[in-house]
């Protein structure tokens, strides 16, 4: 069966803007899901459990023998690409976790819709596709209601929280392109989804040991704590992640940017339900503000995509990216 690769790009960003959310949600109720533990819910359990469980997902449910079938069969560069992927996703991770414990979850959405335009932008940039007059407007309001949240809020300034959180939209722009460089070098997706958790997930197991010790993950697995983690994992990272990539392996970055932006609603609205933070009246403009751009750009003429050539530059990109970190041999 054939899915709408808009309707699989906005439901993946739908999920996608839970996450702060639900990770907000964890940190309050962590101890009574642990029965008792008294930090279970760290930095380094939700980035290493979510992702531990993530690629243990895929793992179980296309069996270890075909991804690594997939894998085998890559060059040498595509599959250090794969890994580079996924230490941008655990930097983009990072900076989401830290970002939320100095900002809202509700900030963390709205600031968080930068990450599609900037994908959208920087991918139009290198691989020569034209922006529409009207799609300019409305990626205008949308950063000008990114930044009434940001600024409004916090008397003209930019707080630590909200400043990672706009960093991370950074990352994630750059890990969306080279994750859809690499799927043109005809990666499958279930081994770029396997690789970029499991790579996440031990880099974070590495870090968090030379800087806080073996001891740090005690409670990571305490009481049902695993079992939130891995529906978290399944949900908001792995079918996230699925949608996510089939779809922008279709669609050109500007129809991924204005695709993702509509789901901020949805996750101030979860984020006022589930962890009782009710939008403040800058982020209630600055929402309408997003949502304004964002039917501007949804009724943009959208100008012809020049797939052959733009498929060339992602297949330079992902080269290019993979020879930076891949060993000299």
Known sequence: MQFDP????????????????????????????????????SFCNVLFVGNLCAALVVLIWFKPAPIW???????????????????????????????????????????????????????????????????WLGFSFIIAGILMVALVGANWMVNKGDALILLSTVVFAASANLGKAVLDQDVSLRALVFVRNASSSVIFFFIANIVFGPHHF???????????????????????????????????????????????????????????????????????????????????????????EEREQMAELAASGADAISPVT
């Open 6 to 41: 808009r309707h699989e790009l906005l439901l993946s960003r739908v999920l996608a803007s839970l996450r702060p959310v639900l990770i907000a949600f964890l940190v309050m109720h962590g101890a009574a899901l642990s029965q008792g533990a008294e930090t279970p819910i």
């Open 69 to 135: 079938s997939d894998l085998k069969r890559l060059p040498k560069r595509v599959r250090w690409g794969l890994v580079l992927d996924g230490g941008l996703a655990a930097l983009n991770s990072a900076l989401i976790y830290t970002g939320l414990e100095y900002t809202s979850s509700t900030n963390a959405i709205l600031l968080g819709r930068l990450a599609p335009v900037l994908y959208a932008l920087s991918g139009a940039i290198v691989f020569g596709r034209l922006i529409a007059k009207r799609e």
């Open 218 to 308: 005690a409670d990571a697995f305490a009481g049902e704590l695993w079992i939130v983690m891995a529906i978290y994992a399944l949900l908001i990272i792995v079918i996230s992640q699925f949608l996510w990539f089939d779809a922008s392996s279709k669609l050109d970055s500007i129809s991924v940017g204005r695709w993702s932006t509509p789901a901020p609603a949805i996750g101030v609205l979860a984020a006022a339900l589930l962890n009782r933070q009710w939008p403040a009246s800058n982020q209630v403009v600055g929402l309408l503000v997003i949502m304004v751009g964002v039917v501007i750009t949804a009724f943009a003429k959208t100008k012809p995509a020049k797939p052959k």
